[in-house]
């Protein structure tokens, strides 16, 4: 079992200056010859190709939340997909991810007027809702390459599948979208069992962390969240957790100074949202993580020292690594995996 980190940077931008040139989130997690997809953030198909992987060994993808910079090239992957995954008519490959939000979030205590949404008919659609709406968009291709070159129809070689969340947890998108709670199982084949846990990320709901549990190990991550104990809750003895982690020197060097609305609400945004170093590294201790490797790195054009800082606090390895890393994934002999 390992990790390959396709790509690295977190954020709906390219990011100036960035001399590692880190692409758009996106994780593969390999177990024997098969791996698993979580988030397809910008370039994640050349990564993917870069990494020695081979689409056709895709055992599922995992979808966080339905923030674009997690979800800009799943279209590729789904157009793309029909030239690589050609012999999944039959079994299709798992597209697991968070399904309709059903409200609106509220507007911002910022704005002067209230903006209008966009996308009325269906403003908050889960990912099948988006598996279908890709499919539509790009069916002038689709329908050349399945008519006249006889290619399968990517709704032939996909599975979209929206996770549903317990309804005993009490969760509600707006007003507790994340309760405390236990992990519970979305996926399960004969390599990998996969939970997932409600994690904090407002204004967006549902945003799901996902563990990746098997007979070599566990890996668990987190997409984005700010610091929660449901985190902790699922990351609990893992051997490998990778954690989002923001630098928040640059959210007050970009946003301090500004006075507009849209300003102060962006500022808003990153610090209700996302976990500084410090507090992945709270995280990763409490839950008893064997290693630490912070992704979804926000800036994506921060020099390592940035991410680094702090970095003797946690007991355990501290990794922070670069595009197409791979991150052996072992437990110690005397410990359970739990299944």
């Known amino acids: 079992m390992k990790v390959i980190t396709l790509g690295t940077a977190g954020g ?23 791996f698993y997809l979580v988030d397809a953030g ?7 190709r870069q990494s020695g992987l081979d689409l056709a060994d895709l055992g599922g993808v995992f979808i966080t939340h339905l923030h674009s910079d997690h979800t800009i090239d799943l279209p590729s992957l789904i157009v793309f997909g029909m030239h690589e995954l050609q012999e999944r008519v039959g079994a299709p490959v798992p597209l697991i991810g968070p399904g309709r939000r059903g409200e609106l979030p509220p507007v911002s205590s910022r704005a002067v007027t209230a903006p209008e949404p966009v996308a009325p008919h ?7 809702d988006m598996f279908t709406s890709i499919v539509e968009a790009y069916a002038t291709d689709l329908n050349d390459r399945v008519l006249d070159s006889l290619r399968p129809s990517p709704e032939l070689l996909f ?27 979305v996926f ?14 407002p204004p967006i709901a549902p945003a799901f962390a996902f563990r990746f ?57 990153h610090y209700k949202s996302h976990t500084s170093v410090d ?61």
């Open 213 to 269: 549990d098997s007979e070599f190990g566990s890996v668990t991550v987190s997409g984005d969240t700010c610091e929660t104990a449901n985190m902790v809750r699922l990351a609990q003895d893992t051997d490998l957790l990778l954690h989002e982690a923001i630098d928040f020197s640059w959210v007050e060097d970009n946003y301090s100074h500004r006075t507009d609305a849209e300003g102060i609400a962006s500022r808003d945004h």
């Open 188 to 201: 399960e084949d004969d390599l990998v069992t996969v939970s997932a846990i409600l994690v904090e990320h």
């Open 12 to 34: 709906p931008r390219w990011w100036k200056g960035d001399a590692k040139d880190r692409a758009g989130i996106s994780t593969a997690v390999v177990v024997d010859d098969r």
């Open 122 to 128: 269906n403003p908050t659609p889960g990912v099948s």
């Open 42 to 48: 910008h370039g994640v198909g050349r990564r993917v």
């Open 279 to 339: 507090g992945a590294i709270r995280i990763a201790d409490a839950a008893g993580a064997r290693t630490l490797a912070l992704h979804h790195l926000v800036p994506g054009s921060a020099d390592d020292s940035v991410w680094s800082r702090g970095s003797e606090q946690f007991t355990g390895t501290f990794l922070v690594p670069e595009d197409l890393d791979s991150l052996s994934v072992t437990t110690p002999a005397n410990v359970t995996i739990r299944s």
């Open 159 to 185: 599975d979209p599948r929206d996770i549903e969340v317990p309804a005993e947890v009490g969760y509600h998108p707006n007003d507790l979208p994340t309760p405390d709670m236990e992990p519970f199982v």
